[in-house]
């Protein structure tokens, strides 16, 4: 067995192409050369079993890039252009010449633009067409969008063009949420929008679809992993959601509709960032308020996922109240996942409030430096994370009453009572400004 990059033993088995190099054909041979000897097992030549290579690395992502040119000589260039081991160095004509070599004897190579890439070039007769195929090894190092966007730049130097990708295999969805948020930014457009719209930015941009649909579900690591079985509030339509509340279920109630309400006053903050980052005439503050947005669509994030998570909470109790009390263990071990569960029911509540608070930096921002015409908007997303913050401060209320633990029960009424003065005393200070701002002549205003 041998071991191939993080999981290497010597740096020159770090590589998997020189572990590797002679194939099965010449593992006979390499294994009679003591600077080849395994990792583990006997240095014995076994024809039916061959040899085991493991490798402990990040997360390669294979990415193909389509040409338009059917010459493999120019999609090599390209792709010895941008890998990282790059090309063989020659002395004149730099295909021609002849290589130049070290001391031992070894090709001086001219590194390529990109790190942690392999890449090669070939022509596949099914598309009619060559491609650079590219293994990144280290999307930390070099993400996707770097690679498309080098080998474009290479392309185009050997005039070339790119016509799209092709993406074998599964990749993060951080590689994918990066990529959009790279091509809208380089519009000096905000990313400051949904997951989806960033991941269609991706595909768009780098022609993922070209040979076949792209499909999110098939090929984001994250979205085939994800629970489909478990139906969650937040994917609800808006009318599905309200009829869900109103029916005769305990749950979702007050407490998740209070993350509702601060996540929809978050999305009316993030909409004025963005209204006011791609408003005529404030090209050079694209950037001020895409950051805003951006910031503003984390805290969003945030608040939904409090939507189901104060509902879980609930369940968590009911499941608790459920369990088995004949025997004294038995009662002794419902009373603390009873304690246990209302406890978290109050912490729930109180994280809403808590990244509820922090919203109203962002509607500040926007109700003060904003676009002048959303000045409501910011204005109603205040209103609405305050009832948001409101509704969850009655929530730890009524959920403490219920735990035996008085000290803690005290601690966290304490805790949210001052988050609870403090977005009051916001309130008071935003609304009226705004209202005095928007009075018509000769009103008289209290």
Known sequence: MYCYEAAAFEEKRRNLANVRSGEYEGLKKKLEDPAWKPDFGPARFDAGAGSVIVG?????VAFNINLNTTSVRRANAIAFDVRERGREKRTGNPVTGKVERDVDGKPIMIPGTLKAVKAIGWYIPEYGFAQISMNLTNIGITPVHVAFDEVCHKADARGVRVTGSELVGLIPLKAMLDAGRYFLHRQQRSAGVSDEELIRTAVRSMGLS????FRPEEKIIEYILRDRSRKKLVDLSLSAFTWETSSESPAPGGGSVSA?????????????????????????????????????????????????????????????????????EEKAARDAAVEAATLHASVVPLTVMKEAFKVFELLREMIANGNPNSVTDGAVGVLAVRACIRGAFLNVRIN????????????LVSEAGEIDRAAASIEEEVIPRVIKELAIEGEILE
Request: proline content about 2%; cysteine-free.
């Open 210 to 213: 070209e040979l076949k649909p």
């Open 400 to 411: 403490v009453k219920e735990l035996k633990d008085r000290a803690k029960a005290a601690e």
């Open 260 to 328: 509702a309400m601060g996540a929809l006053g978050t999305a009316l903050g993030t909409m004025v960032a963005n209204l006011s980052s791609h408003k005529r005439g404030w090209d050079d503050r694209w950037n001020e308020f895409a950051s805003w947005a951006e910031k503003g669509v984390e805290m969003q994030k945030r608040l939904l996922a409090l939507v189901d998570e104060d509902t879980e909470a609930y369940n968590g109790i009911v499941k608790a109240f459920g369990m088995p009390k004949k025997s004294e």
């Open 56 to 60: 402990a690395r990040d997360f390669l």
